[in-house]
């Protein structure tokens, strides 16, 4: 039987109710999520914190449209996409969410320019490649190979590619994780003028405490689920975390 839509607040995103993730069956089944509720908002940055295997990376392909929960619903501004089909999830990917991983997936062959174009040849409403790039501060390095980049300005390049197609959510896994502290602090600044310049709403995972600062709210993920919420009254900015 068909779920009608849960009741979503007006002004959330992202919405997920009841979200559960089980892989295998029988005495092997894995509970990566056990019936998690959460609310995006729109131009909010979120931390999801929480050790490895907490849920969060789970989570997060799921919001994205990448994988399906076993049970639950995820609503994009009020809509069910979690029994979509794939040319809805499809669809739903390529024009409204953009990706951040803690590995940068670019094409070696091609310049920081000619990365992020990729995907303004796809998008619906893209802005031009140098205008994503200046926006991370990388309007300098256009013409650059990413052999030639350090890894946080490949990352930065990553983020470009990620919100040139102007996506109504930004979801970063682990975006610092193969950096370090100096050069992490970067690539936070880039998310953080991301969301502050463009209102995108930005759900950023990481295990580090200290990066919680710089979000609006922070939720805490332990065994699948979410146990805990708490709200910052000020944004720190990422110069200014405790790494």
Not at 50 to 61: A, E
Not at 81 to 89: D, P
Not at 195 to 205: D, F, P, Q, V, W
């Amino acid at each position: 039987m068909k779920l009608s839509p849960p009741h979503v607040p007006q002004g959330v995103t992202l919405a997920a109710r009841g979200l559960t993730k089980t892989y295998g069956s029988g005495s092997t089944a894995v509970q990566a999520l056990r019936g998690v509720d959460l609310d995006l908002g729109r131009g909010e940055l979120i931390a999801l914190l929480g050790p490895s295997g907490s849920g969060k990376s789970t989570l997060l392909n799921i919001l994205g449209g990448l994988d399906r929960p076993t049970a639950g619903q995820v609503l994009f501004q009020g809509e069910d996409i979690s029994a979509a089909g794939e040319r809805t999830l499809t669809r739903y990917r390529r024009d409204h969410v953009g990706f951040v991983f803690q590995f940068y997936n670019l094409i070696p062959s091609l310049t920081a320019r000619e990365n992020v174009a990729l995907v303004c040849e796809v998008a619906s409403r893209p802005m031009r490649p140098e205008e994503a790039l200046d926006l991370v501060g990388l309007g300098q390095r256009l013409d650059h190979f990413p052999a030639q980049l350090s890894g946080g300005e490949q990352q930065r390049v990553a983020i470009a590619r990620a919100i040139a197609k102007r996506p109504d959510v930004l979801l970063c896994d682990e975006p610092t994780g193969a950096l370090d502290s100096a050069t992490g602090i970067l690539v936070l600044q880039a998310i953080a003028q991301v969301n502050e310049t463009l209102g995108t709403t930005t759900a950023l995972i990481t295990h580090n405490a200290g990066m919680a600062a710089m979000a609006d709210r922070v939720l805490r993920f332990a065994d699948g689920a979410l146990v805990g919420a708490e709200t910052n009254p000020h944004r720190k900015p990422p110069a200014d975390l405790e790494w």
